[in-house]
């Protein structure tokens, strides 16, 4: 079972500096859709190396208390990945419910580039 973090939740946490959100999309998705301010971003495909202590890959941003807040377009993808982090052992690693469209729906901003 993963946890499921609703939009306004996760912009008051990460205001709070209580988490740390990740986007987990491919970067031709950020460059077409947006991004949300300070998510960290995590190529789905590499997200496994990036968190394990253990790879050649690891970022040590992971290396955190803090909720750490995957999301995705529509949050399918990241629901999968905070499952395998779960897997892995990471006890912090969550969903943001919706993903990026719930988040914009919710009227919390997106920043584009132009």
């Not at 990460?14 to 947006?34: F, M, N, S, T, Y």
């Not at 995590?42 to 690891?58: H, I, N, Q, T």
């Not at 992971?62 to 949050?75: E, P, Q, V």
Request: aromatic share 8%; hydrophobic share 45%; net charge negative.
């Amino acid at each position: 079972m993963i946890t499921r973090i609703a939009p306004e939740d996760a912009a008051k946490m990460q205001d709070e500096g209580k988490a740390l959100l990740v986007d987990i999309r491919d970067i031709r998705e950020l460059d077409r859709v947006g991004r949300i301010a300070d998510a960290f971003h995590a190529p789905r495909g590499m997200l496994e190396f990036w968190v394990d202590p253990k790879s050649p890959y690891f970022k040590d941003v992971f290396a955190t208390d803090k909720a750490i807040i995957l999301f995705c377009t529509s949050g399918w993808r990241s629901a999968l990945a905070a499952r395998t982090l779960n897997d892995m052992g990471m006890e912090n690693a969550c969903d943001l419910d919706g993903g990026l469209n719930a988040w914009g729906e919710a009227g919390l901003p997106i920043t584009r580039t132009e």
